[in-house]
T-cell receptor, first 114, second 117 residues
Framework: GDSVTQMEGPVTLSEEAFLTINCTYT??????LFWYVQYPGEGLQLLLK?????DKGSNKGFEATYRKETTSFHLEKGSVQVSDSAVYFC?????????????FGDGTTLTVKP | DTAVSQTPKYLVTQMGNDKSIKCEQN?????MYWYKQDSKKFLKIMFS???????INETVPNRFSPKSPDKAHLNLHINSLELGDSAVYFC????????????????FGQGTRLTVV
């Protein structure tokens, strides 16, 4: 079945540091890929997405590129801020399988220190 | 306007009680979900309804029973609550059938923190 593996956390960075959170996936079809962010005490919200190979999703300075050859969707940001501290989830959704449900990675907790 | 709203936000109850969590979405989506998030932040899908029809029922104790009176609502009833049921429960929705095969993102509610004592 479909699965998502993302970098284990927690990750602690200083403000303005470069961020990479690795994500790889396994899927039988042609999934769409997503990054969600969960701030403390809140629900998940979509950060960015890509629906086909070589697409780049971007939002709030974060970027991720859909790499079919390496089955990856790594999240990057050039300069993190304290306000980026949150839990980040990589996910996929395949229309043709699993009734369109999203399959999530285990989440990576990011803490950014001033 | 809140897109996906669930109530209550916090629920503290004793073992053995029965409780319900309600969820409503005003996005016009055709698919709704219940997820459970444990203390390590792991997310696990429990149920999914598409146009009021149950389409995903993961390995969940039958003490958990979802009910979808219409496309905009998906409630979760839990019987005989146990300590291990303590978690945050998230409702979500998405639009599955767009007339073309694109996978849309899910929209989540704020969560219900259930504590069983």
């Amino acid at each position: 079945g479909d699965s998502v593996t993302q970098m284990e956390g927690p990750v602690t960075l200083s403000e303005e540091a470069f961020l990479t959170i690795n994500c790889t996936y396994t899927a039988t079809g042609y999934p769409s890929l997503f990054w969600y962010v969960q701030y403390p005490g809140e629900g998940l919200q979509l950060l960015l997405k890509a629906t086909k190979a070589d697409d780049k999703g971007s939002n709030k300075g974060f970027e991720a590129t859909y790499r079919k050859e390496t089955t990856s969707f790594h999240l990057e940001k050039g300069s993190v801020q304290v306000s980026d501290s949150a839990v980040y989830f990589c996910a996929l959704s395949d229309y043709n399988t699993n009734a369109g449900k999203s399959t999530f990675g285990d989440g990576t907790t990011l803490t950014v220190k001033p | 306007d809140t897109a996906v709203s669930q109530t209550p936000k916090y629920l503290v109850t004793q073992m053995g009680n029965d409780k319900s969590i309600k969820c409503e979405q005003n996005l016009g989506h055709d698919t709704m979900y219940w997820y459970k998030q444990d203390s390590k932040k792991f997310l696990k899908i429990m149920f999914s309804y598409n146009n009021k029809e149950l389409i995903i029922n993961e390995t969940v104790p039958n003490r958990f029973s979802p009910k979808s009176p219409d496309k905009a609502h998906l409630n979760l009833h839990i019987n005989s609550l146990e300590l291990g049921d303590s978690a945050v429960y998230f409702c979500a929705s998405s639009q599955r059938n767009l007339g073309y095969r694109v996978n849309t993102e899910a929209f989540f509610g704020q969560g219900t923190r259930l504590t069983v004592v």
